[in-house]
T-cell receptor
Framework: EAQVTQNPRYLITVTGKKLTVTCSQNMNHEYMSWYRQDPGLGLRQIYYSMNVEVTDKGDVPEGYKVSRKEKRNFPLILESPSPNQTSLYFC????????????FGSGTRLTVV | AQSVAQPEDQVNVAEGNPLTVKCTYSVSGNPYLFWYVQYPNRGLQFLLKYITGDNLVKGSYGFEAEFNKSQTSFHLKKPSALVSDSALYFCAVRDRYNFNKFYFGSGTKLNVKP
């Protein structure tokens, strides 16, 4: 089954403790992206990648890092999480063409206390 | 600035009645248009898209959307709502020439009452 897999689904952590949210897709998509979803704000793009070793900032990149060492994986790294990063995070992927939409992961609900 | 607007935070409709969820956009060029649905504790699922051609697009679960170029709108519709349609709906617009520009609306919560 074609899918984007995120782990973990739920995570509670403390301020300052580094964490990684993993994302993997099995569709051989070149393009991958991370979003955060907050009430009333919709989806905001954090980072995106157009291929291996090619990443760039989205609209809200502060406090996040990403890497793309393999085509299928695109982990999101929070080096020093803060409470304002409490949110619902989605990974998404698509082919390198605008007429395709995203395939989304199931989401990671992160709480930073 | 490029944007997607969903003017209604919430839409309430009775089961069996037609429903409309509104979307307008301000994105230059001739962008591609999408609707997604999000059920509780789930990721966003693709419903339908407009690329070119007929202004009325049919998608999953009996949904359709009407593209209106002059009004830059892409309203989601369904002739007869089901209780199971209750969910959060997102309109999205992707720049035809700069595909990493994928703009999402803030979402509309659809409540279908029995």
């Amino acid at each position: 089954e074609a899918q984007v897999t995120q782990n973990p689904r739920y995570l509670i952590t403390v301020t300052g403790k580094k964490l990684t949210v993993t994302c993997s897709q099995n569709m051989n998509h070149e393009y991958m992206s991370w979003y955060r979803q907050d009430p009333g704000l919709g989806l905001r793009q954090i980072y995106y990648s157009m291929n291996v070793e090619v990443t760039d900032k989205g609209d809200v990149p502060e406090g996040y890092k990403v890497s793309r060492k393999e085509k299928r994986n695109f982990p999101l790294i929070l080096e020093s999480p803060s409470p304002n990063q409490t949110s619902l995070y989605f990974c998404a992927s698509s082919p390198l063409s605008a007429n395709y939409g995203y395939t989304f992961g199931s989401g990671t609900r992160l709480t930073v206390v | 600035a490029q944007s997607v607007a969903q003017p209604e935070d919430q839409v309430n409709v009775a089961e069996g009645n037609p429903l409309t969820v509104k979307c307008t956009y301000s994105v230059s060029g001739n962008p591609y248009l999408f609707w997604y649905v999000q059920y509780p504790n789930r990721g966003l699922q693709f419903l339908l898209k407009y690329i070119t051609g007929d202004n009325l697009v049919k998608g999953s679960y009996g949904f359709e959307a009407e593209f209106n170029k002059s009004q830059t709108s892409f309203h989601l519709k369904k002739p007869s709502a089901l209780v199971s349609d209750s969910a959060l709906y997102f309109c999205a617009v992707r720049d035809r020439y700069n595909f990493n520009k994928f703009y999402f609306g803030s979402g509309t919560k659809l409540n279908v009452k029995p």
